[in-house]
């Protein structure tokens, strides 16, 4: 039987945070919860390793962005889904600068915007839930 991945959601609100996880538990994956980009950074350090990472940008503190970047040069490769309402131009200038395996997700999206972006995402890790196998 092929592992479920292991996918860590970070959204400070709550609302987005459980309903984003529910739908991609729903899709075969673990999730680990993240409020904050503090707990962004905690479930990273201590949570293990994980097969795609799903971030709100704004969060107070710490956005999910610097959390990746800082990751990123840390050297850590995890896909990575970037969440944000916020109209930036620059902002996807600066999520494709996290390098391969990032995509911008803009909100309010469909689950099969989700969907898509997390069979890209995982297809390079070999970790694609079954759910999403032939969609």
Known sequence: MKKKPRVLIADDDLQV????????????????????????????????????????????WISGLQVIHTARAAGLRTPVIVMTALKDAQIAKQVDQLASGAVLLRKPFDLSNLQSAMRDALSQSGAVPSALVGQ
Do not use: C
């Open 17 to 60: 945070l459980e309903t984003t996880a529910e739908a991609v538990e729903e899709l075969g994956a673990e999730v680990v919860r993240a409020a904050s980009g503090v707990e962004l950074i905690q479930r990273l350090t201590a949570g293990g390793l994980f097969d795609l990472i799903v971030t709100d940008i704004s969060m107070p």
